[in-house]
């Protein structure tokens, strides 16, 4: 199967960055000796790719850990490591009991074993099922917002209901503010 020109887009990105497996950078190799487009963008990128790394600048050490000590902590970061105890031993308890239930209907000798493989694989697939399934998602959102800004008439469309969300939310502020102007006044009256 022949990738389609998107596709090979993509890969002058990563040919750029130096990081197209080998099998592909052969193909993409064979699309740029016919196509002319191609050869220039890989060009102006590893030209882009060359400016930018005379522009960078030194950092001094120790700065990220400046930077991430003066962020305020928020959200699951603020936890410490003892209130991820409790989860931990649930998950602990639920895979010795998994392993009890599983090995005692087996009968055999490392049915513990294989229940903990079983319940490890369980997990690894899921993750691999989930990752899997975020990227194809964000591929096909790519995909949906390239063809939506590909003709001028989609483009309008949307422009359209940008415009009219933006519309009914300045409404929305507009009605709720009058409301509380009203409340505010009959409470002094």
């Known amino acids: 199967m022949k990738p389609d020109h998107a596709t090979y887009r993509e890969w002058l990105n990563l040919e750029a960055d130096g990081r197209l497996p080998r099998n592909e950078r052969a193909r993409l190799e064979d699309h740029l000796a016919t196509c002319s487009n191609c050869r220039s963008e890989l060009d102006e990128l590893r030209e882009l790719d060359g400016l930018l790394l005379q522009a960078s600048m030194p950092v001094r050490a120790g700065f990220r850990d400046d930077i991430l000590g003066a962020l305020p902590v928020t959200g699951w970061e603020a936890r410490g490591p003892r209130t991820w105890g409790f989860p931990a031993a649930m998950v602990i308890l639920l895979g010795v009991i998994a392993t009890a239930v599983i090995g005692s209907s087996a ?3 490392h049915a513990g074993l294989g229940a903990i493989s079983a319940i490890f694989g369980m ?7 989930g990752s899997g399934l975020l990227g194809a998602s964000w591929k096909g959102f790519g ?15 949307f422009g359209v209901f940008v415009l009219c969300l933006n519309i ?4 929305m502020i507009r009605r709720k503010r009058a409301t509380h102007a009203e409340a505010r006044s009959s409470r002094r009256s």
Do not use: H, I, K, R
């Open 168 to 171: 009914l939310l300045v409404s």
């Open 107 to 109: 009968g055999g000798e």
């Open 123 to 129: 997990f690894q697939a899921t993750v691999l099922a």
């Open 143 to 157: 995909l949906v917002f390239q063809e939506m800004l590909s003709s001028p008439m989609s483009l309008g469309m």
